[in-house]
């Protein structure tokens, strides 16, 4: 990367930051949006009614992003996952989910740079995304490590399903929820579990926080309601009248956000899994 490149980055991310903090404040003062009105008019989800899901076809690009294939199910991005532009990203990522304006600006601008994309003019392939090490990381909660399973935008059904079994909550109307603990706990055992099956397995500093950041949209975003879980990430569909159960007026920050990202991730106890990562290392290597 040139130095007036590193330069610019650096004015964009104290810009992004300073922006988010005011954003943060202002969500304190403000009022919540109303429950049923989370979505704004005008954009697809407003008033729970989505555009019709259909699932990909022979062809269609997808990732290992769960959000991101569940907008292109949608037809809410490209349905076939192809070029698609960061600029018209930003928007729909802070309209759909309710991620703040500031937050939806830096992840894209974030991919762009990882992609050595221009964010302004160039477009991207949802599969550009499984980059291994660039975003995409060993250890995930709902995918088998690159090395084991190269196809990243193949879900791990197994997976998936103990995550939501591993609910420990409930909210008031006796839902199952899904808490940062149960995510801290899992996202352990994956960690745990990949370093024994996975000779190739890694995860930097940078990589641990980023997937406990996209662990925590679980908690934050989807609210941890089993019930919508299971369709989002066994499906990769919005729920009939889901919204984001981000209320904010200024969507979810990145000031806001780290608190639980950083409690998931200290919360993490990959010791706590020897014997399961023993066991697992034992199945993986029984000849057959
Ligand atoms: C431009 C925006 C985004 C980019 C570039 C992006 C990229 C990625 C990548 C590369 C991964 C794989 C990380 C891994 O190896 O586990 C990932 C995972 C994930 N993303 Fe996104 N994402 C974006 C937006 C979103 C949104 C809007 C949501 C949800 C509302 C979301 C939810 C998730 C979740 C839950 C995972 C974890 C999957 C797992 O652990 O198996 N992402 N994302
Ligand atoms: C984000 O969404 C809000 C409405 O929820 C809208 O007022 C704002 O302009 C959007 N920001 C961007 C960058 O699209
Ligand atoms: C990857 O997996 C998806 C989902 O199972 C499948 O639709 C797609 O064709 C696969 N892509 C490749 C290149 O094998």
Redesign the pocket.
């Known amino acids: 990367m040139s130095f007036s490149s590193s330069v610019s980055n650096f004015f964009f991310d104290v810009w992004i930051m300073s922006w988010d903090v005011l954003l943060t404040l202002l969500n304190l003062v403000r009022r919540k949006r109303r429950i049923g009105h989370v979505t704004p008019e005008g954009y697809p989800g407003y008033g729970g009614h989505w555009p019709e899901f259909k699932p990909p076809r022979e062809g269609d690009s997808r990732?290992?992003?769960?959000?991101?294939n569940?907008?292109a199910n949608h037809g809410i991005i490209s349905r076939s996952g192809r070029g698609i532009s960061f600029v018209e990203?930003t928007p729909l990522?802070n309209t759909?989910?309710n991620?703040g304006p500031s937050f939806?600006s830096y992840?894209?601008h974030?991919?762009a740079r990882m992609l050595k994309k221009s964010y302004k003019k160039d477009t991207f392939d949802l599969d550009e995304?499984?980059l291994h090490n660039?975003?995409?990381?060993?250890g995930?909660?709902?995918?088998l490590d690159t090395a084991l399973e190269p196809n990243?935008s193949v879900?791990h059904v197994p997976?998936i399903e103990e995550v939501l079994a591993s609910a420990t909550g409930k909210d008031k109307e006796g839902r199952d929820i899904i808490t940062p603990k149960d995510i801290s706990r899992m996202l352990g055992k994956r960690r745990a579990v990949a370093r024994a099956v996975n000779s190739e397995f890694s995860l930097s500093f940078f990589h641990r926080v980023?997937?406990s950041a996209?662990?925590a949209?679980?908690p934050k975003?989807?609210g941890g309601r089993v019930d919508d879980l299971h369709s989002i990430?066994l499906h990769e569909r919005i729920p009939d009248g889901w919204e984001s159960r981000i209320r904010q007026p200024y969507g979810l920050t990145l000031t806001h956000f780290q608190k639980t990202v950083l409690a998931i991730e200290f919360g993490i106890r990959e010791k706590d899994w020897a014997e399961a990562a023993q066991e697992a290392k034992r199945d993986a290597t029984a000849p057959v």
């Not at 995930?140 to 995918?143: A, N, Y």
Request: glycine share 4%; with cysteine; net charge negative.
């Open positions: 990732c290992c992003c769960p959000g991101l569940t907008m990203l990522i759909t989910y991620f939806s992840t894209v974030f991919a995304l499984d660039g975003i995409e990381h060993d995930s909660l709902f995918r990243q879900k997976f980023f997937s996209n662990s949209t679980l975003i989807f990430f």
